[in-house]
């Protein structure tokens, strides 16, 4: 059974996750392409050595550079602060590696395109890794609206809420620079669903807020939340939120999906449920339906065979871990690819465009 040597460049938060994810993905999915743990950056030797030892890493580094020219080093994880996104990528895409890159995949569209250009370029496989919208219900939401169970959709509602800055935090690198404000930071996953689920957005009208302008004395420059209508390329409308500031949501990833024939609800706070209405059931009868995932549903049963018990978070990236593998062995693109994200950054661009001059904008002119 063929091995590939993957190094992850960054230890914190992500970096621990993925590290979890393809030390695990092999015997989960049982993968054709068997991840070995080749080397991990950290910021500094220390740090480096203490990730390698703590996720079984062959070894540590505290220069990028150094991971991406090792050559046992075969794919490249990028879990590092996004202005570090689109420098690696080239780097490591030069010499033909695959990249899995955290979203957002760099600071602007300027460096999401020279991504996208660096990686066809290179013609291997590449993706952006937006979590959430694997879990199960989610797939299975997807699912049925390409299949056309919900008749043509006539609306959708999405919202990515938290509450994480809703304290006087001081000292947040989040609360200077716009990448790091709501509409870069937490705006692109529902963003990625919204086109995951609906497809193009052909045109969006965008307001930022920020609603505390100063922590501790020290002025926020940017935003704490976003509100977007928006009008799919399908002709359907819709509307986007998302908010660092939401009082007592704490993983509020959630939509609603409207159709002519049914309609779907959908919170990632209860990620193994999705709610669903018939519209052609008994009149006695109508109302939505909660359904529990179980081994029916995509990518649950590698997981579980037991239905209503449920995936967690580091599952989602188990799976996002089996899609990168599947297309490096199998030669053929998976969604989301660096071209799929620079999408997200096109209307994060044009919601920018729109909050300055208070209008309707095209995320295809960006």
Same mark, same amino acid.
Not at 287 to 316: E, M, S, V
């Given at each position: 059974?063929?091995?590939? +040597?993957?190094? =992850?460049?960054?230890?914190?938060? /992500? $970096?621990?996750?993925?590290?979890? #994810?393809? @030390?695990? %993905?092999? &015997?989960?999915?049982?993968?054709?392409?068997?991840?070995?743990?080749?080397?991990?950056?950290?910021?500094?030797?220390?740090?480096?050595?203490?990730?390698?030892?703590?996720?079984?890493?062959?070894?540590?580094?505290?220069?990028?550079?150094?991971?991406?020219?090792?050559?046992?080093?075969?794919?490249?994880?990028?879990?590092?602060?996004?202005?570090?996104?689109?420098?690696?990528?080239?780097?490591?895409?030069?010499? +033909?590696?695959? =990249?899995?890159?955290?979203?957002? /995949? $760099?600071?602007?569209?300027?460096? #999401?395109? @020279?991504? %996208?250009? &660096?990686?066809?370029?290179?013609?291997?496989?590449?993706?952006?890794?937006?979590?959430?919208?694997?879990?199960?219900?989610?797939?299975?939401?997807?699912?049925?609206?390409?299949?056309?169970?919900?008749?043509?959709?006539?609306?959708?509602?999405?919202?990515?809420?938290?509450?994480?800055?809703?304290?006087?935090?001081?000292?947040?690198?989040?609360?200077?620079?716009?990448?790091?404000?709501?509409?870069?930071?937490?705006?692109?996953?529902?963003?990625?669903?919204?086109?995951?689920?609906?497809?193009?957005?052909?045109?969006?009208?965008? %307001?930022?807020?920020?609603?505390?302008?100063?922590?501790?004395?020290?002025?926020?420059?940017?935003?704490?939340?976003?509100?977007?209508?928006?009008?799919?390329?399908?002709?359907?409308?819709?509307?986007?939120?998302?908010?660092?500031?939401?009082?007592?949501?704490?993983?509020?990833?959630?939509?609603?999906?409207?159709?002519?024939?049914?309609?779907?609800?959908?919170?990632?706070?209860?990620?193994?449920?999705?709610?669903?209405?018939?519209?052609?059931?008994?009149?006695?009868?109508?109302?939505?339906?909660?359904?529990?995932?179980?081994?029916?549903?995509?990518?649950?049963?590698?997981?579980?065979?037991?239905?209503?018990?449920?995936?967690?978070?580091?599952?989602?990236?188990?799976?996002?871990?089996?899609?990168?593998?599947?297309?490096?062995?199998?030669?053929?693109?998976?969604?989301?690819?660096?071209?799929?994200?620079?999408?997200?950054?096109?209307?994060?661009?044009?919601?920018?465009?729109?909050?300055?001059?208070?209008?309707?904008?095209?995320?295809?002119?960006?």
């Amino acid at each position: 059974m063929p091995d590939i +040597g993957i190094g =992850v460049i960054g230890g914190g938060y /992500m $970096g621990k996750a993925h590290s979890v #994810a393809f @030390a695990a %993905v092999g &015997a989960v999915f049982e993968t054709a392409l068997r991840p070995r743990l080749a080397a991990i950056c950290g910021a500094s030797p220390a740090s480096g050595a203490r990730y390698a030892a703590a996720y079984g890493f062959a070894r540590g580094a505290s220069d990028w550079r150094d991971l991406v020219n090792d050559p046992t080093v075969e794919a490249v994880v990028i879990a590092s602060p996004q202005a570090t996104h689109r420098e690696i990528a080239e780097a490591a895409l030069a010499l +033909g590696k695959p =990249v899995l890159c955290e979203k957002p /995949m $760099g600071l602007n569209v300027g460096d #999401a395109r @020279a991504m %996208v250009a &660096a990686a066809e370029a290179a013609g291997v496989a590449n993706m952006v890794a937006y979590n959430y919208i694997r879990t199960p219900a989610s797939q299975y939401a997807r699912q049925l609206v390409a299949e056309g169970a919900l008749g043509r959709i006539t609306h959708f509602r999405g919202e990515h809420t938290e509450d994480f800055h809703n304290e006087d935090v001081l000292g947040e690198w989040r609360f200077a620079g716009e990448a790091n404000g709501c509409l870069g930071d937490l705006t692109p996953h529902i963003i990625n669903a919204a086109l995951a689920i609906m497809g193009p957005i052909d045109e969006l009208s965008a %307001v930022m807020e920020t609603v505390y302008p100063e922590r501790g004395g020290v002025p926020v420059t940017n935003d704490d939340q976003v509100q977007m209508m928006v009008r799919f390329a399908s002709g359907a409308g819709g509307h986007l939120a998302s908010s660092r500031v939401a009082t007592g949501r704490k993983m509020g990833y959630a939509y609603e999906i409207t159709g002519t024939q049914g309609a779907i609800r959908f919170d990632q706070e209860d990620q193994n449920a999705l709610w669903l209405y018939h519209a052609d059931a008994p009149p006695a009868q109508r109302g939505f339906r909660k359904i529990l995932t179980g081994p029916a549903h995509p990518d649950y049963l590698p997981f579980c065979q037991g239905p209503g018990h449920g995936t967690g978070y580091q599952d989602q990236i188990i799976i996002e871990a089996h899609d990168f593998l599947k297309a490096i062995d199998g030669g053929a693109p998976v969604w989301p690819t660096f071209r799929d994200g620079l999408e997200v950054h096109r209307v994060i661009a044009a919601a920018r465009a729109s909050h300055a001059t208070r209008g309707w904008t095209k995320p295809a002119e960006y």
